[in-house]
């Protein structure tokens, strides 16, 4: 590598561009980045514009790795306490989960927590196939309820805290540095007109002693989800919950933090306000936020038609579009996260192709490996260089284009070469795409997806219909031969009949 890039980002705190330096190091000074990522409410199939801001963590996360630093990644699932007019500034309304259970949805499930378990697993598969990187914790608000518990006694006993008929609120006068974050916050009248303007039936408990202050306990001995607390019977606020989390499992300072820029306000400026006012110190020195998306130019809404969820794009038919979720993932990658993102059709069609060509690359390259024809490697510096320049893209405020640009460019090269690659050459390509891939994570998945419709067990079937139609045209049985193209064909394949025989690759249906 020519010189280690400096691996910055927009830090929301600082309103500027800032070079991230962990806090600590390992024993032998290798920086030890410690990042928490707001994780999804679990009472729906993730949307597109979720994993963009997953996808956001998982290059900050990929991007630190690459420069060879000590990674401790925590992101959260939260199973309770996310109310509907959580995003206002009086946190009331229902909670999400419960709405979602009684619901025309939520009619199958048991109980609530089938319901948070369903959604949870859906998760994880869609996290999976869009090749995210696994955290080293995945945290569930439900299982962490008694360390919130005692940080709210704890806010009571230092004075940030009070309580009501109906809850514990954090108190927004004891904390002078609400709304550093997020600029918004100091002044209570204009918040409260800003909810009133929003939310039609903002419920207000009338023994709050500030608008601005929110709830760290609601006291609810009907809830679906309840545990008993020295307040009797109730549940946790949605803030409390990652300030602990991201405090049991990282400390409480920590280096980055990072979620979708609807959650700058109120959620991260409450998440400042109770942990530094439970440890004194501050609590994230990097702030990094995903902007919103837009669906062909327009807000993403269920009302317009145009609100996906990641399955809405890779289930198989009829349920989804059955597309190659690499590609998916390229496509939400292909913007850079700071900036408004426009998602079209046509920028996927796009894509499955850039997915296709990096696979038919690499699939060129394993060729030319085995076939380990003599010659000295005459590709790997330009390789290694466009290399430099993807990493460099992604620490100059993870600059996706630039990267995949530079991604697409070797595979570009590498094509032009084609059957003419010898084995030293192939041995170096084969590297850079395995770093290619390690940094954006566009070509191959890291790991197998574990699920029920496995491409591997579907790939065996595949396979062997086309040695079957390869054999049947050897036999001159032509009949034969297109009654399997048509079965290739049916399962959502191209067949092609090229002088290697029957080669197949997935059909594009977007
Ligand atoms: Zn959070």
Known sequence: MASTPTFQLYNTLTRRVDPIEPAEQTAD???????????????????????????????????????????TYVTNVTDVGHLTDDDMTDPSGEDRMVKALRSKEGQRFANIWDLARYYTEALLRDWRAL?????????????????????????????????TSQGIYFSVESFPDYGKLSGRGQDAEALVEGAAAQSRDVVTDPDKRDPRDFAL???????LMQWHSPWGWGFPGWHIECSVMANEYLGPSIDLHAGG???????????????????????????????????????????????????????????????????????????????????????????VRHVQRLQDVDALVDDAMAEDAPGDDFLGERLDALYDKALAALCDDLNTPAAIAAALEGAKMLGGVGSNLNGATARRAKDWLDQINALLGIIRHDETPASADDPEE??????????????????????RADALRDALQEMGYEVMDTPEGTQVRRQVRI
């Open 29 to 71: 000074g290798t920086p030890h980045l410690r990042f928490y990522s707001c994780g999804p409410t679990v009472y729906a199939f993730a949307h597109i514009g979720n994993f963009r801001s997953f996808l956001t963590a998982d290059l900050i996360v990929r991007t630190a790795r690459a420069l060879g630093w000590d990674t």
């Open 261 to 351: 820029e609807d959650l700058i306000f109120p959620h991260h400026e409450c998440e400042i306000a109770q942990a530094e006012s439970l440890s004194g110190e501050p609590f994230a020195r990097y702030w990094a936020h995903t902007r919103f998306l837009q669906v062909e130019g327009e807000k993403m809404s269920k009302s317009k038609g145009n609100f996906y969820t990641v399955r809405d794009f890779i289930a198989p038919e009829p349920e989804g579009r059955d597309l190659d979720p690499l590609a998916l993932r390229l496509t939400l990658l292909s913007g850079q996260y700071r900036k408004p993102f426009n998602f079209t059709f046509d920028t996927l069609r796009d894509n």
């Open 458 to 479: 579907e790939g065996l079937d595949v396979q062997a219909l086309i040695d079957e139609r390869d054999a049947a045209r050897a036999a001159k049985d032509y009949e």
């Open 131 to 163: 090749n995210l990187q696994e955290p080293d914790v995945r945290p569930r608000a439900t299982e962490h309820i008694r360390p919130q518990i005692l940080a709210v006694q704890q806010l009571i006993e230092n004075g940030h805290a009070y309580e």
């Open 217 to 223: 306990w609601k006291k609810d001995d009907a809830h």
